[in-house]
C-alpha cells in the first residue's frame, strides 16, 4: 500500500497550488479518499473529502469556496485544487484513504504560503 503526495512547494498569497496523491496497492476505487493538514504545533486537521465514486465532497469552513477536492479512479489519484492561498494555508498536507477499519496515510508534501 502506498500513497504519494506531490505538488506542494513555495507560493505567494493568494496564489494557487494542485496538490495530487497517486495511489497504488490497493482497490482505489472502493476507498473514501481525504485531505488532511497539519501545521508546527497544531493537530492534524481534515481539510476535505470526497467518496470512493466522487460523487459527494466536504470542506472545512477555513477552506470553503477556495479548495477543490476531486478524483480519478482511472488513474488512481486524488487530487487538491488549492486557489487564493493564504499564510495560514501553511502546513504539511497529508493524504489520508479510508474503507471500513482499512485506514492509510501519504507522507505529506508541504505547502508553504509567504510573500
Known amino acids: 500500500v502506498q500513497l504519494v503526495e506531490s505538488g506542494g512547494g513555495l507560493v505567494q498569497p493568494g496564489g494557487s497550488l494542485r496538490l495530487s496523491c497517486a495511489a497504488s496497492?490497493?482497490?482505489?476505487?472502493?476507498?473514501?479518499m481525504s485531505w488532511f493538514r497539519q501545521a508546527p504545533g497544531q493537530e492534524r486537521e481534515l481539510v476535505a473529502a470526497i467518496t470512493s465514486a466522487g460523487g459527494s465532497t466536504n470542506y472545512a469552513d477555513a477552506v470553503k469556496g477556495r479548495f477543490t477536492v476531486s478524483r480519478d479512479n482511472a488513474k488512481k489519484t486524488v487530487y487538491l485544487q488549492m486557489n487564493s492561498l493564504k499564510p495560514e494555508d501553511t502546513a504539511g498536507y497529508y493524504c489520508?484513504?479510508?474503507?471500513?477499519?482499512?485506514?492509510?496515510w501519504g507522507q505529506g508534501t508541504q505547502v508553504t504560503v509567504s510573500s
Open positions: 496497492g490497493f482497490t482505489f476505487s472502493v476507498y473514501a
Open positions: 489520508n484513504a479510508r474503507y471500513g477499519v482499512n485506514d492509510h
